[in-house]
């Protein structure tokens, strides 16, 4: 029973490098969502696909793009990575209908 | 907009003392409630959740009261044990622009000494 598994755990990049977080749920939910959480701020959402074939910008979308490829997997890309951008990334899913969110265990990554 | 502000951390407690950890929230709709933990080196993980105004979530001793009137949902657990050291979310899910969000609180660091 894997839940929402994030790929990978840690990544160090260089500016201006890009990557592709990775995230996929075996729960068969609808929604999924990308959030980065910083220290004293909570987790803060970036962006968010509430079916197959869309998504949507969140809160702190400025520098990343997502890609809902089917209904198990959300990528998020960085095309150009900045300094700001060093955070941990948690992928999610939404269980309708009780609406309880389901997490990975996150990407750390740093951007030097 | 929506947004959740919790009682400001870190907390450091002595095992067995009581804990309260304060949550209010500001929402356009009727949000549900949740309280979700991060343990070091983890992902978030839910604790507890409330759907409707008078419920109360509990798990693993903890509870939690949703209260439309004083919009809070305040954290609670009666004997604290160093298991408990981590860092703890309060959030809301709403209806926010089309879309069922979730917004959380900033976090508060929990550390229980023996």
């Known amino acids: 029973n894997a839940g929402v598994t994030q790929t990978p755990k840690f990544q160090v990049l260089k500016t201006g490098q890009s990557m592709t977080l990775q995230c996929a749920q075996d729960?068969?939910?609808?929604?999924m969502y990308w959030y980065r959480q910083d220290p004293g701020m909570g987790l803060r959402l970036i962006y968010y696909?509430?079916?197959?074939?869309?998504?949507d910008k969140g809160e702190v979308p400025n520098g990343y793009n997502v890609s809902r490829l089917n209904k198990r997997e959300f990528s998020l890309r960085l095309e150009s990575a900045a300094p700001s951008q060093t955070s941990v990334y948690f992928c999610a899913s939404r269980e309708p209908p009780g609406q309880a969110w389901h997490f990975g265990n996150g990407t750390r990554l740093t951007v030097t | 907009g929506d947004s959740v502000t919790q009682m400001e951390g870190p907390v450091t407690l002595s095992e067995e003392a009581f804990l309260t950890i304060n949550c209010t929230y500001t929402?356009?709709?009727?949000?549900?409630l949740f309280w979700y933990v991060q343990y070091p080196g983890e992902g978030l993980q839910l604790l507890l959740k409330a759907t409707k105004a008078d419920d109360k979530g509990s798990n693993k001793g903890f509870e939690a009261t949703y209260r439309k009137e004083t919009t809070s949902f305040h954290l609670e657990k009666g004997s604290v044990q160093v298991s408990d050291s981590a860092v703890y979310f309060c959030?809301?899910?709403?209806?926010?622009?089309?879309?069922?969000?979730?917004?959380f609180g900033q976090g508060t660091r929990l550390t229980i000494n023996p």
């Open positions: 959030a809301l899910s709403d209806l926010i622009q089309g879309a069922q969000k979730l917004v």
């Open positions: 696909s509430a079916s197959e074939g869309t998504t």
């Open positions: 929402a356009t709709g009727y949000p549900s």
């Open positions: 729960m068969n939910h609808n929604s």
